[in-house]
């Protein structure tokens, strides 16, 4: 108990750095803002001045690149927050002298479909200023996590505060074409809808970020901790005499606690793909749809547990060591899909997750050791006791006669 309450911990707070270590700023090199706000995606962030006596917004967009060769790219949506729609600013080195240009593009839906390459061309709002620089000035270089502050000045429609910002990047830009941008959640996600004047951000988006944490550190935990230990407590106590019934008292409240705190994590789950119509993630939906039934079975199988006695014990036995093998398989996977959906697969949280699961393989390891040994040795002083070299007496002590 003392080692699960040490991996969850390490976990949560694993979580919770990624959560409060993201930070934004009002000062750059050449301007200072009155107001800044972290973005929920992309480590990207966004610093702003209204001067609500004309209705013109200043701004600058810090976002990164992920590839030399690749794009980096904000702008507004007039009526909706989605990407189709979008007026957009996109930064990339120009082809021919490597020096970042900053292009506007309208992305129709024609573009979303890819039916047509993207194509720069004015844009139909009121943008009175816009110029894009590499954090570092001159002597910067493009380069895999370069920072980029895009800069803009707008007229916005009087009394019409609520901006709804979208932002992406991609991998490379075919001539003066921007390709598409990966599709990973936080790629699909970064969209946000600020209201300006008073610099609060949208509720439903806050929501989702939150219960994207909530969903990976209680499944992480309960699918990705706590069944593959109820399973270890099955298999390496019950041969304990001492014990008695407790390891499966121990081994069933674990699994079934284990499966209660998933099924909280597929509920957010589902409601999170409610929440984001048009972002699929098949891979991950499937192996949690298939953890979750393996799962449900698994707690059903207790109700038609044969005695001892019966002759159908064994396959009961063989069914139930396949299913609650193959979820915890399973659910082990899936963690690590889901740090890749959600665009963490290099952040703390997983580290802390494969510490937490390195500890389990090592204890698991030395105590299937200890069970070869056991049982070697036990083996050894059954075949010398039918040779009649070890006294039924000794049986304990394991001295010669």
């Known amino acids: 108990m003392p080692l699960l309450i040490f991996l969850i911990s390490l976990l949560i707070s694993s979580y919770l750095h990624i959560a409060f270590s993201a930070h934004c700023t009002t000062v750059t090199a050449t301007k200072t803002f009155h107001k800044c706000m972290t973005l929920p995606t992309q480590q990207a962030s966004i610093a702003w001045t209204f001067h609500p006596h004309n209705a013109t917004l200043d701004l600058v967009f810090f976002g990164t690149f992920i590839s030399p060769s690749g794009w980096v790219g904000w702008g507004i949506n007039p009526t909706s927050p989605e990407m189709t729609g979008t007026r957009a600013l996109i930064a990339f080195p120009d082809p021919n002298s490597g020096q970042i240009v900053l292009l506007p593009y309208i992305l129709d839906p024609t573009v979303k479909l890819q039916k047509n390459p993207l194509i720069s061309r004015p844009l139909d709002i009121r943008l009175l200023s816009s110029s894009a620089t590499l954090y570092g000035g001159k002597m910067a270089t493009i380069h895999n996590g370069a920072t980029i502050q895009i800069y803009a000045t707008l007229k916005l429609v009087p009394n019409k505060t609520k901006i709804h910002h979208v932002w992406n990047r991609g991998l490379y830009v075919q001539g003066y074409s921007p390709t598409i941008h990966p599709t990973t959640s936080n790629d699909l996600s970064s969209i946000a809808t600020i209201d300006v004047r008073s610099g609060s951000a ?200």
């Open 202 to 401: 949208t509720a439903q988006h806050d929501n989702i970020k939150t219960l994207k944490t909530v969903h990976g550190v209680v499944n992480a935990i309960s699918w990705g901790l706590i069944l593959p230990i109820g399973a270890l407590t099955a298999r390496y106590l019950r041969h304990i005499q001492a014990l008695g019934p407790a390891w499966f008292y121990a081994h069933a409240g674990m699994q079934l606690f284990a499966f209660f705190l998933g099924t909280v994590g597929f509920a957010i789950g589902i409601r999170l793909g409610e929440l984001s119509p048009g972002v699929e993630y098949g891979l991950h939906r499937k192996l949690g749809f298939a953890a979750f039934c393996l799962g449900g079975l698994q707690t059903l199988a207790l109700l038609f547990r044969p005695k001892t006695t019966n002759k159908f014990r064994k396959y009961w036995k063989s069914y139930h060591h396949f299913v609650g093998y193959s979820c915890v398989v399973l659910g082990v996977v899936n963690v690590f899909q889901g740090f890749e959906v959600m665009g963490e697969s290099r952040s703390y949280a997983k580290l802390g997750y494969c510490l937490g699961l390195s500890t389990l393989l090592g204890v698991c390891i030395a105590l299937e050791v200890n069970s070869w040994v056991i049982f070697c040795r036990k083996a050894k002083e059954e075949k010398l006791r039918r040779e009649g070299v070890i006294g039924g007496s000794d049986k304990g002590s394991g001295t010669h006669s």
